[in-house]
């Protein structure tokens, strides 16, 4: 997939940004975040990145404030799997999960609405403090089948980084970052994006889906380069697909 956009040339001095489109509920996110974590370990410019958590929900009518239900019930009655697609998914993803070192549970995890967990990503972001949370959140229901629309559990999650208990609570109980997540969506649909993650490397490099840690370190790689380099004003985005979750609420098996 290819587009191509006019633009002035960017500074070389300028970061390099990085814009990830992401969903608590979806099992390749988190995969997807280790995967990124681990690459960025081995990118040598990893102290000129610039980035952005960006929200995404895969099912917005799904129950919030700890009403969520089992996702195998979820996948069944909602998003239409047979029985055995669902154990090929779980299996693929059990996989990938043991070959990223991290325990797997999905099986018994939560569905549930993400909207308050994306709120309180932004909350973070203020503070710097955005990736823990994801990286917690995305523990709690691949790992620990905890409901993440629990109030509770965003407020302990939260605190665990460095929030304070009271302006997490505060922005629970309000509107607040509710714009900011349809924005994020909305900027996602101008950009022909419907899946997730995504990951959006200086607007000219896409990644989607849980792809393999040495694809992300050859991306990296070439967009800094690229970056650097850079003498067109015009804009071209090279996308590389891997398994991912669509708008729709189902995800790859």
């Known amino acids: 997939m290819f587009t191509t956009i006019m633009e002035p040339l960017v500074k070389k001095s300028e970061k390099m940004k990085i814009e990830v489109w992401t969903d608590i509920m979806c099992p390749y996110c988190y995969i997807g975040k280790i995967h990124y974590e681990q690459a960025l370990q081995q990118f040598e410019h990893a102290d000129e990145v610039e980035l952005e958590w960006r929200a995404f929900q895969l099912n917005p009518d799904l129950p919030d ?50 909207r308050d967990a994306h709120r309180l990503i932004k909350l973070a972001a203020k503070k710097g403090l955005d990736s823990a949370v994801v990286g917690k959140l995305g523990k709690a229901y691949f790992e620990e089948a905890k ?25 629970l109980e309000s509107d607040d970052y509710l714009y900011e997540i349809k924005q994020d969506m909305q900027e996602a649909a101008n950009l022909g994006f419907d899946t997730v993650p995504t990951f959006l490397m200086d607007e000219r490099q896409a990644i989607i889906g849980s792809e393999p840690v040495d694809l992300f370190v050859k991306v990296l790689n070439k967009t800094y380069n690229n970056l650097k380099s850079r003498t067109e004003k015009e804009k071209v985005l090279e996308v590389s697909m891997g398994k991912s979750c669509n708008a729709d609420g189902t995800c790859e098996i």
């Open 65 to 114: 404030k700890g009403n969520g239900y089992p996702v195998r019930e979820y996948l069944v009655n909602s998003a239409g799997y047979s029985e055995e697609s669902i154990d090929s998914m779980f299996a693929n993803l059990k996989k990938l999960a043991d070959d990223a070192g991290v325990p797997f549970n999905l099986p018994h995890s939560i569905a549930a609405n993400t």
């Open 147 to 171: 409901d993440y629309s629990d109030w509770d559990l965003l407020v302990s999650i939260g605190t665990e980084v460095g929030l304070e208990e009271e302006e997490i609570r505060r922005m």
